[in-house]
């Protein structure tokens, strides 16, 4: 049988024409749900029947835009769930307001036994919540058994909890298989574990920004089996806040044991996170990087990182397990731990960061002041043909490349004139 295309031409929940009927119709692998705005004569699909079940083992739901459709579940259910083993592609919609706290409370707004591929999408509003004893809850926005790809997309506001306390790991996304994020941004998701993601496998992360999550550990990013491999590149972590590591925490614990990984963070910024742990201080921990197994920094920069403690704050910008690999270069890292080397040439000064702003591009980011040290300091040992912020702008000016995710327009003349 030939692949099928079902159109929405209603707001209504159920019935001829509606979304659910269109997923429902869709039993070919490969289907393809798309809409019809002009019949339709409205910007919201509320659920009021349920959860949106996909049978089909793969389905791509096309909506017109995220500005132009929403789907909103009104706090009374997930939005999608995924029992195919394929892929869920979602694209050009925003999901609001999914929420799940019975049986295996995972995935508030999204889940999947399979793939999930979400593209020029906002998910916001998304809960996932224990009532009682565990299990715990897992992918306050999403959760899946297969991969997550992440393009061009938010995930916001989303929490995984045990009734009002946050319990469980994932506030943004539960992923347990791989991640490959891009041009994306995880922002104000709550957690045990892993404020803004929780990984299980490898991560690839590119021109994206974590910054305002929660969590107890590893708020920004944290991983969990013995074999994990991270990439991030181009990518901002800030603003984020956790007992332990608010920043990175490459070796993140995950309920009960440390987690040694491969990461390899280039042309990014880890800034402005803090721990609020009076345990931490001394203990080996950082507010920004905390690395395990094998770290490898290139033209980054860890700064104005702090531990909290009532009112005094202490900078610790990066630190390393005993037994830790670390190489790199062309960094600069503000405050390491004691008993933490940082990579030869690392330089130390305040690298005069501007506010988290929009500076151009679909993801926030950390602009160079003038007269900072880390321009024209950096290198492009990635190739990268732009700075995060995406085309239009260089990763490299006058033959020079600027340290962290931003690249100002002067290169090597940090005073901005020739």
């Not at 349920?50 to 909103?72: E, F, R, W, Y």
């Not at 297969?146 to 393009?151: A, E, K, P, V």
């Not at 996170?273 to 290139?298: F, R």
Request: net charge neutral; hydrophobic share 35%.
């Amino acid at each position: 049988m030939a692949l099928a295309i079902q159109t929405v031409t209603t707001c209504a929940d159920s019935g001829i024409g509606s979304l659910r009927a269109a997923i429902t119709n869709a039993a070919i692998t490969g289907d393809t749900v798309t809409f019809n705005t002009a019949t339709m004569s409205c910007s919201t699909i509320t659920l009021t029947t349920g959860a949106l079940t996909v049978n089909a083992t793969s389905l791509t739901v096309a909506g017109p835009g995220a500005s132009t459709l929403t789907i909103d579940a009104n706090h009374a259910s997930r939005i999608f769930d995924h029992e195919g083993s394929g892929t869920l592609n979602i694209s050009n919609l925003t999901v609001t307001n999914g929420f799940i706290n019975s049986g295996k409370p995972n995935g508030g707004c999204i889940y999947s036994k399979g793939t999930v591929a979400i593209s020029s999408s906002r998910l916001s509003g998304c809960v996932a919540q224990t009532e009682g004893t565990p299990p715990h809850a897992f992918g306050g926005g999403i959760f899946t058994t297969g991969d997550l790809y992440l393009q061009s997309s938010t995930i916001s506001n989303s929490s995984v909890r045990r009734q009002s306390r946050a319990e469980g790991a994932g506030g943004g996304a539960f992923v347990t298989g791989n991640l490959v994020m891009q041009s994306s941004t995880v922002t104000s998701s709550v957690a045990t574990f892993g404020g803004a993601l929780q990984v299980k496998r490898n991560a690839t992360i590119v021109g994206t920004t974590l910054s305002g999550n929660q969590a107890f550990a590893g708020d920004g990013l944290a991983l969990y089996s013995s074999h994990d491999r991270v990439s991030i590149i181009n990518s901002t972590i800030s603003g984020n806040v956790a007992e332990v590591c608010a920043g990175m925490y490459s070796g993140g614990v995950f309920y009960g044991g440390p987690t040694y990984v491969a990461v390899t963070l280039s042309n990014s910024t880890i800034a402005f996170n803090k721990t609020h742990a009076a345990n931490e201080v001394g203990h080996n921990y950082a507010s920004g990087l905390c690395a395990a197994g094998s770290l490898n920094i290139q033209s980054s920069i860890v700064a104005n990182n702090d531990i909290v403690v009532g009112t005094a704050h202490t900078p610790v910008d990066f630190s390393a397990q005993t037994g830790t690999s670390i190489a790199g270069g062309n960094n600069l890292i503000m405050v390491t731990q004691a008993g933490t080397t940082s990579p030869a040439g690392t330089l130390t000064a305040d690298p005069l960061l501007a506010a988290l702003a929009n500076n151009g591009g679909s993801t926030m980011t950390h602009s160079l002041l003038i007269g900072s040290p880390a321009i024209g300091a950096g290198n492009n040992t990635s190739r990268l043909p732009s700075d995060q912020r995406g085309p239009g702008f260089a990763r490299m000016t006058r033959e020079k490349t600027d340290i962290g995710a931003f690249q100002t327009g002067d290169g090597i003349f940090a005073s901005g004139f020739d």
